[in-house]
């Protein structure tokens, strides 16, 4: 296939850009980018990272035990992180975290005390925030997210979301990566349920939808275990998101009948994703794989194994909906070593099935395969 970097065409392009400028950013080459280039695109990261510089500035207040903004204390937590010490940053918030506790809780005994009769519990939101676009969020989102007093927030919740929180919520981040947990699903549960019960509002903000693949509903099992009322929030799955980004119907008439979700995470970790059956081999059934960077040379091959052609067509999306999307079309075959080739980080969505064929960027194979980088920046949108 041939190399291209381009637009993707579902993208209005601004007024602001010429014809000129357009031409350059949609150039075809023979040859395969340089790794520099390749990796140049992926340097900053649109969702938070662990020891982002957004981060400690959204989560200042937890660090500040004195009341105040306290850089000296985001800088021991951000060096924490850095250094895999998650116990040392939690032990940095926990004096702040209490304090407001017994604020709210102080405010709910007075609203029990008061003509109001107010007094009760608070409630939790789980607010799915789809794949990154902030437009593809949901209406019903928006309002949660905009009048929360607490936002619990993921990494995959991207920063042009968290614009959107309202100026007087507290955030706190509680983000999961590999090889690094800022808390613990347990701790969560906890975090949610103790201001919860005192009285606060809690929105907990999750990348896609909090029922695909987001331990939403561990949350909300807990949570009403302990009378808790919850709401949850649907977000669009990253699947629909990426899927439509790129022009792919994950069902098509004549070529794909079913589609189906798999988790490339093995629950014990490692690189072999979790078993894969042999209707998973279905050609007739679009494979959406989460997770499964780590674990995509095992899961092709064993894929193969069960049956599946090895010319199916298929595309792993990187940061996909976000300003840094960066897309690999491949067959199934040669899919491990062109995302390999290609420097691909996660968040990775992989999309396999006769339907990605079907995209307005799929060619016909060749000796070479697609690179696809979105080019269009944070401003035209």
């Known amino acids: 296939m041939a190399l291209a970097v381009r637009t993707p065409r579902f993208q209005p392009l601004p007024a602001s850009i010429s014809a000129t400028s357009t031409t350059a950013s949609v150039a075809v080459a023979n040859a395969r980018p340089c790794a520099g280039a390749v990796r140049a695109s992926s340097a900053a990261s649109p969702f938070t990272e662990a020891t982002s510089s957004s981060r400690y500035r959204r989560d200042a207040w937890s660090y500040a035990a004195d009341g105040s903004s306290s850089p000296s204390s985001c ?34 005994r007075n609203g029990a005390e008061g003509e109001g009769g107010g007094g009760g519990p608070g409630r939790v939101a789980l607010v799915g925030t789809g794949p990154g676009d902030p437009e593809l969020l949901t209406l019903k989102a928006v309002r949660a997210i905009q009048s929360a007093d607490l936002v619990l927030y993921d990494r995959l919740v991207s920063n042009d979301v968290m614009d959107l929180v309202g100026e007087d919520a507290r955030l706190l981040y509680v983000g999961k990566t590999a090889g690094y947990h800022s ?100 050609p007739d059934t679009t494979l959406v794989v989460y997770m499964g960077l780590s674990t995509l040379p095992s899961l092709a091959p064993k894929l193969m194994k069960h049956g599946l052609p090895p010319d199916t067509p298929a595309v792993a999306v990187e940061r996909g909906t976000t300003p840094q999307q960066r897309t690999v079309f491949s067959t199934l075959k040669d899919l491990v070593d062109e995302v390999k080739l290609a420097d691909l980080v996660s968040p990775t969505l992989i999309i396999i099935g006769k339907v990605v064929a079907l995209s307005p960027f799929w060619a016909e194979p060749s000796d070479q395969e697609v690179l696809i980088e979105n080019s269009f920046a944070s401003d035209t949108r």
């Open 75 to 108: 800088d021991a937590a951000a060096a924490a992180a850095a250094s895999g010490r998650r116990d040392d940053e939690i032990a940095l918030q926990l004096p702040e975290l209490r304090r407001l506790l017994d604020a709210l809780r102080a405010s709910r």
């Open 183 to 282: 808390r613990t699903q347990e701790e969560i549960h906890e975090l949610l349920l103790s201001f919860a019960e005192a009285g606060a509002n809690v929105v907990r903000l999750k990348g896609g939808d909090p029922l695909v693949f987001g331990r939403g509903g561990e949350e909300m099992d807990f949570l009403q275990q302990q009378g808790i009322r919850v709401e949850v929030i649907p977000g669009i799955t990253s699947a629909s998101g990426i899927a439509a980004e790129l022009g792919i119907p994950l069902t098509h008439r004549g070529v794909a009948t079913s589609v189906r979700f798999l988790t490339g995470h093995s629950r014990n970790g490692g690189t072999d994703p979790l078993y894969v059956a042999g209707n998973a081999a279905d």
